[in-house]
């Protein structure tokens, strides 16, 4: 059984800087995506950052791009992701997903990404 575990979220002022972690348990496999996506009120579930676990580097969302960073650590498949320079616009719950099986050129797409966290909140006033 797959389970994924995030890390608290938290409140913080608009330009400040907040660290999601997200553990697997069960995933068993050194094939697989790992990332996150956010939903908003009234929004739909949007991409933010995510990797395969046999590559190096990570893809990212524009609207993210030199503001956050995506780390990992394979061995314990886990995933970390580093915000900066928050903004208002970055209010949402923030879910770790992975995909395990076969590889897919969509990984920015919620679809194809079969485990789920609970959800993490992360709000940024202004």
């Known amino acids: 059984q797959v389970e994924l575990v995030e890390s608290e979220g938290g409140l913080v002022q608009t330009g400040g800087s907040l660290r999601l972690s997200c553990a697997g348990r069960?995933?068993?496999?050194?094939?697989?995506?790992m990332g996150w996506f956010r939903q908003a009120p009234g929004k739909k579930r949007e991409f933010v950052a995510t990797f395969r676990r046999n590559e190096a580097g990570e893809y990212y969302a524009d609207s993210v791009k030199g503001r956050f960073t995506l780390s990992r650590d394979n061995s314990k498949y886990m995933a970390f992701l580093q915000m900066d320079s928050l903004r208002p616009e970055d209010t949402a719950i923030y879910y770790c997903a992975v995909r395990i099986g076969l590889d897919t050129p969509s990984v920015r797409t919620a679809a194809v990404y079969n485990y789920w966290g609970q959800g993490t909140q992360v709000t940024v006033s202004s």
């Open positions: 069960g995933i068993g496999s050194y094939n697989y995506l």
